[in-house]
Structure formats: C-alpha cells, structure tokens
C-alpha cells in the first residue's frame, strides 16, 4: 500500500535548527517510520533506519508508550498504539474539508460529481463529495465503504502497490461482482493496474454500477493514500469526454497535493 516516506535521516533536518522542538520533530519522525514498516518494528530497526542512538529511541519510545501512542508487544517490539485512532479519524474528516473546494472546482470544470477517497486497511472509504448541478447525477454516500477492484479510486490507490501486496488485499477481501462487468480474477485485476500506470489514469467502466463511468487519479505525496474522482452517467463521461477530463483531474490532484503538504491551510 503507498506510504509517506518519513525523512532519511534525524541529522539531515533542518526544522531543530529554525526553532523547531527537537525531541517532538525524534518522536513524530519514529511514529511515522513506523506507519512505513506495517505500524510494528523493534528498536534496533528504528535506529538502524533513523540513525539515532539505541538509547535516545528507547527514551522517546518510553515516552510515546507512557502517553498511549506507541503499546510495546510482548515480544519486545513496538507497535502504533490506540489514541492515534482518534486522531487519525479527526484529521481524516478534516482532510474531506479541506478537500471540498477542490472537488468543488471540479465539478465546476466538469459538470460531474467529484468525489475523495481514501485507502483505509483492504476498503475504499469515500470521505468527501461534491454533486453534480445535472438533475441526473452521481451520489455516493460519504462514510460508505466499498471494495477497490470495483472502483476507479480503488484503482487509483493500488496503482503502484506492489503485485503481491494487492494479491493478498483481493485474497483476503474476495472478487465479489457487482455488474457483469467488474473484474472478478486478480490477473485481471493487476492487468488494470499496468494500464492506469501506463495512461496516468483509472477508469471504472460500469464495473461498480451500471450505466456510471468513473475516472479517478491519486493525489500524490497526500499524507495519507488518496484519490480524487468524478463519476456520472456513461452517455456524459464518454471516451471524448475523458480526454478532456483527465487533464483537469490531474490539475486539481496536484493542486490539492500541494495544499495538504503544506504547513499553512489549504486553500482552493
């Protein structure tokens, strides 16, 4: 599944010496590598990858445990602990706000529903949407979850996931279809994926209903694995209308890209 990356080394940051907290900048670095390492790693691990002192980790990471945001597995390694939910699902419903203006413009530069998704464990999780001003239009409830071979954010998303990650994601989540027309077999699935690296695009082509066609891209660099969309009826969003619509949805990707990775508020 794509990460962020964390930072290469503590000693290659510049933020301690411009009046950053250095000891908070250690902390977050280390939750963040491990998110990257499948949220449980041991010490020397961490240290081997951040190149900080076995000690100074084993102070952080005492700290983070006694505060409940890192729990210590009985084998001795570290795991991501509870109250990073809470704060995961608050800066998760933030991230839908602040995606809004951004799916607003697509709409307007479409005519179509935009929609955000994130990749949230095996499911697809809609988190923010903007409707189309057309009496016929797309809906899609946010919160609703859905799997991601039916999906062109789900597409999007696996992109470049590495081939046996996703094959394990479709073992454990099954191929069920939802129109004649979803790819129900992971080779043909992984035959999608190589076609959305090599055009810069997804396509769900009544594969999740019928009638709908959707076009979806990720944002890149997004702090958490996202991707925008617009959907609408198959007789709008046609093959000549996609070549005018990609561009636009790659736009407003890298627009919204820049926003979310800035330390100031997005802004449309």
């Not at 939802?178 to 790819?183: H, L, V, W």
């Not at 990720?218 to 709008?236: C, D, K, L, Q, Y």
């Not at 890298?254 to 330390?263: F, H, I, P, R, Y």
Request: aromatic share 4%.
């Amino acid at each position: 599944m794509p990460t962020s990356s964390a930072s290469a080394t503590d000693a290659s940051k510049p933020a301690a010496a411009s009046g950053g907290v250095q000891s908070l900048e250690r902390a977050f670095d280390l939750l963040e590598r491990m998110a990257d390492a499948g949220g449980e790693v041991g010490l020397s691990e961490l240290s081997a990858s951040s190149g900080l002192p076995l000690p100074t980790i084993h102070r952080l990471m005492r700290t983070l445990v006694a505060c409940g945001y890192v729990r210590q597995q009985p084998n001795r390694r570290y795991s991501l602990g509870p109250r990073l939910i809470r704060l995961g699902e608050s800066a998760s419903r933030l991230l839908g706000t602040w995606a809004r203006p951004y799916l607003a413009r697509l709409v307007e530069e479409t005519g179509e529903t935009a929609n955000m998704a994130l990749l949230d464990g095996d499911e697809i999780v809609y988190v923010a949407q903007v409707p189309s001003k057309h009496s016929m239009r797309m809906f899609t409830e946010v919160g609703r979850r859905v799997l991601p071979h039916s999906t062109g954010v789900g597409k999007a998303l696996l992109a470049h996931t590495p081939p046996d990650e996703v094959r394990a994601l479709l073992a454990r989540t099954g191929m069920p279809a939802a129109t004649e027309k979803t790819i129900t077999t992971p080779e043909g699935f992984l035959d999608a994926l190589e076609q959305v690296r090599r055009v810069g695009y997804a396509v769900d082509d009544n594969e999740q209903e019928i009638g709908v066609r959707c076009l979806a891209v990720s944002v890149p660099n997004s702090p958490t694995a996202a991707a925008v969309s617009i959907s609408g009826p198959a007789g709008r969003v046609t093959e000549a209308a996609t070549d005018r619509i990609v561009p636009i949805l790659q736009e407003v990707a890298q627009d919204l890209s820049v926003a979310l990775t800035s330390t100031s508020p997005p802004q449309s």
